[in-house]
């Protein structure tokens, strides 16, 4: 199956800096990315949806300012998380659209984020 | 609103137990449905999907059934060992890409 891998696996900052995280489709071209947010023992939640070339969509309650996205490639796409306070810490899963509404979505293994 | 909710929300079973999960949707209008494993601290595993036009799939002991004018599906695991011991989640995919997540069971198969 495809493959999506997330980078890095586990980040640990101070609060006020910035954290960069990429997803990577490594087989395919995806060019629709979408990025969730996975508080303890609660499900997924869709932050944005990330197009190649485009800017991205992003859910009611979501700071586009705080929470940038960038899909600069059919294999690519960054969410960096600025200035990250104690509340931002969470794990952070990306999927990649394999093409068409048929198709399955594949996960990244997430990113877990932990701001002091 | 489109909401997807999951019963039990945790079950523990003795291992060799045939068990089923279910999961509801508000919103009959899908595209697909797809269930997900997700081991604590990990992420997602896909398991089975299944389109709006099918009925059940299957997957080694693993069967998922779709009722969609019920709004339900249920995800079926034979002989239950521990090693099936995760979090399953059921999503569900709309119009538009993104897929909108049920809480998710937590399965606990006791050896």
């Known amino acids: 199956g495809a493959v999506v891998s997330q980078h890095p696996s586990r980040v640990i900052c101070k609060s006020g800096t910035s954290v960069k995280i990429e997803c990577r489709s490594l087989d395919f071209q995806a060019t629709t990315m979408f990025w969730y947010r996975q508080f303890p023992k609660q499900s997924l939640m869709l932050m944005a949806t990330?197009?190649?070339?485009?800017?991205?969509?992003?859910e009611q309650g979501v700071e586009k300012d705080k929470f940038l996205i960038n899909h600069a490639s059919l294999t690519l796409s960054t969410l960096t998380v600025t200035s990250a306070h104690p509340e931002d810490s969470s794990f952070y899963i990306c999927?990649?659209?394999?093409?068409?509404?048929?198709?399955?979505?594949?996960f990244g293994p997430g990113t877990r984020l932990t701001v002091l | 609103k489109q909401e997807v909710t999951q019963i039990p929300a945790a079950l523990s079973v003795p291992e060799g137990e045939n068990l089923v999960l279910n999961c509801s949707f508000t919103?009959?209008?899908?595209?697909?449905l797809q269930w997900f494993r997700q081991d604590p601290g990990k992420g997602l595993t896909s398991l089975l999907l299944?389109?709006?036009?099918?009925r059940e799939q299957t997957s080694g002991r693993l069967n998922a059934s779709l009722d969609k004018s019920s709004g339900r599906s249920t995800l079926y695991i034979a002989a239950s060992q521990p090693g099936d011991s995760a979090t399953y989640l059921c999503a569900v995919r709309y119009g538009g890409q993104n897929f909108v997540f049920g809480p998710g069971t937590r399965l606990s198969v006791l050896p």
């Open positions: 299944i389109q709006s036009s099918q």
């Open positions: 999927s990649a659209d394999g093409g068409g509404w048929k198709s399955e979505q594949f």
């Open positions: 990330s197009n190649e070339g485009s800017k991205a969509t992003y």
């Open positions: 919103d009959s209008a899908i595209y697909n």
